[in-house]
């Protein structure tokens, strides 16, 4: 499922050595749409030093420059309320009504911007697998559950019984407000 790019998103510009196959700006552009942005590919001059984008072989660490994306997704994104807590995408953390900070890790993060731009609908288990890990449908883990039940640890007054990280049917709903 591709998100239409936010008003708040600003594009992003990536530069590619031209030795680099076609194929790495596709896998850029399709992952930056997933998370709602813009992203324009251009090729950088042969000189430019790479070192850190790259592994020992001269291949591109392409998982640092999506790791870019997805940090570049949500600087502007503003905060939300989610239950007696505002969420502080860019922070990586939530602030509760009496200021105390509640750190996020940035696949919390990302389950609840997922989840966040759905506006209230329920997202597929699959689909959040897909749009926060990239697993392909049908993978077999417990990984978003795991995550799931963190969340609501920091999230619910009553974990157990859950009023704002809900389950619906094969996936999960984010109650704002």
Known sequence: MTQTPSPQTPPMSI????????????VLVREAARHGMIVTISTM???LDLTDMLDGSRRVRLGLVLDMIRR??????????????????????LRGADGIVTRLTEKERDVLSVLLA?????????DLLDRVW?????????TLETHIYRLRQKLETDPADPVILTTDGDGYRLIVG
Do not use: K, Q
Request: charged share 20%.
């Open 45 to 47: 001059p042969a000189d």
């Open 15 to 26: 530069r590619v050595p031209p030795s680099l196959p076609g194929r790495v700006g596709d």
């Open 72 to 93: 570049h997704s949500v600087v502007g994104a503003a905060p939300a309320v989610l239950g007696m807590f505002e969420f502080l995408p860019a922070d990586l953390a």
């Open 118 to 126: 759905a506006r209230g609908a329920a997202v597929a288990r699959d």
């Open 134 to 142: 990239g697993f392909v449908p049908g993978v077999e883990t417990h």
